[in-house]
């Protein structure tokens, strides 16, 4: 299925399709379904079309290529090295100050190959009032903001960059490697950070905040030109800003939880999406039939960045 302005690559009905990311090794872009009932990891072969998927022991949230074959992976119980398809899972680290409290949530390497994954706090859903969408309860934030943002190196240490959050989602990293942004998705937040070579992040700005029209920020990437792309969860729309955020190009979507965009392709000129039907009502399902989907966003006129492999 397809408009003038997405296809949709796969019906997969996602509970939570997150962590779109290109493999130029095998030419497939894999994605996640953080769903505790049936977790996944999935991949899309651009050439064949041929989908396939492995069920780990336990939920992953995000993923990144990993430079000695496999992934990195933040789960439900903390950092794995995992090989979707030899079925291979092996935590080695669990990063939370706070782990009765948090869950690892997104994750991305930046230029230098280290991996940064952030945290979230688990009462944004477990507390939310609200049947139609869990995380829709953003009432007040007092106690909600034990999330906390790391980055893992290549011997496998972490350090603890950020807390005070309460979703954090990203990060993505400029061109140069020189800037780190972070979306805190519940408080509709997008910061930016000073990031130095040997990875250490400081002049903590304001980048976009946005209001209760626009859904909340979620996952996110940066093209080639510098410009910042972000999906909007509950907002129906693919946005990407220029580095001193101006509003650059605002895609429509099928559906109202748009999770995380990527680029691929040999030439990272492909750009695609994942989507989820968070608890969604059987109403609202047959309004968005494509909720949960894997899409490719047509045309967006500029080409992404390799991906960088975690160096450990």
């Known amino acids: ?20 990311i290109w ?100 009462s944004q859903v477990e507390d939310s009032t609200c049947a139609e969408d869990k995380e829709s309860s953003v009432g007040s934030f007092a106690g909600r903001n034990s999330g906390e943002l790391f980055r893992i190196d290549a011997d496998g240490g972490f350090t603890r960059m950020e807390d005070g959050l309460v979703t954090s989602n990203g990060p993505a990293f400029s061109p140069d490697g020189k800037t780190l942004y972070l979306n805190d998705t519940m408080p509709r937040t997008t910061w930016a950070y000073d990031l130095s070579d040997d990875g250490r992040i400081g002049n903590r700005r304001l980048f976009l905040q946005f209001g209760p029209n626009d859904g909340f920020p979620d ?6 030109e510098g ?32 999770l995380r965009p990527a680029f691929g392709g040999q030439d990272h000129s492909r750009l695609f999406l994942t989507a989820g039907n968070i608890a969604m009502s059987e109403e609202a399902k047959k309004e968005q039939p494509l909720a949960g989907s894997l899409f490719e966003i047509l045309d967006p006129g500029v080409q992404g960045l390799p991906n960088i492999p975690f160096a450990g």
Not at 3 to 13: F, K, M, Q, S, Y
Not at 56 to 65: C, D, G, T
Not at 69 to 90: C, M, N, Q, V, Y
Not at 219 to 224: E, Y
């Open 23 to 122: 493999d130029d090794r095998d030419g497939c872009i894999y994605w996640v379904d953080i769903n505790e009932a049936s977790p996944s990891v999935n991949w899309y072969s651009l050439a064949s079309g041929e989908k396939r998927s492995w069920s780990p022991p336990i939920w992953i949230s995000a993923i990144a290529i990993r430079a000695r074959g496999g992934f990195i992976a933040s789960t439900e119980r903390g950092l794995a090295f995992i090989d979707p398809a030899k079925g291979e899972f092996d935590l080695f680290a669990d990063p939370r100050s706070h782990p009765a409290a948090t869950r690892l949530n997104d994750g991305m390497t930046d230029r230098q190959g280290r991996y940064w994954t952030g945290s979230c706090d688990k």
């Open 1 to 20: 299925m397809r408009d003038p302005g997405w296809r949709c690559l796969w019906e997969a009905g996602a509970y939570v399709g997150e962590s779109t």
């Open 219 to 224: 996952g996110m990437t940066v093209d080639a």
């Open 227 to 258: 410009g910042i792309w972000i999906a909007f969860y509950e907002g129906w729309e693919l946005r990407r800003y220029a580095p001193d955020g101006t509003l650059l190009d605002a895609r429509r979507l099928p559906v109202r939880q748009g």
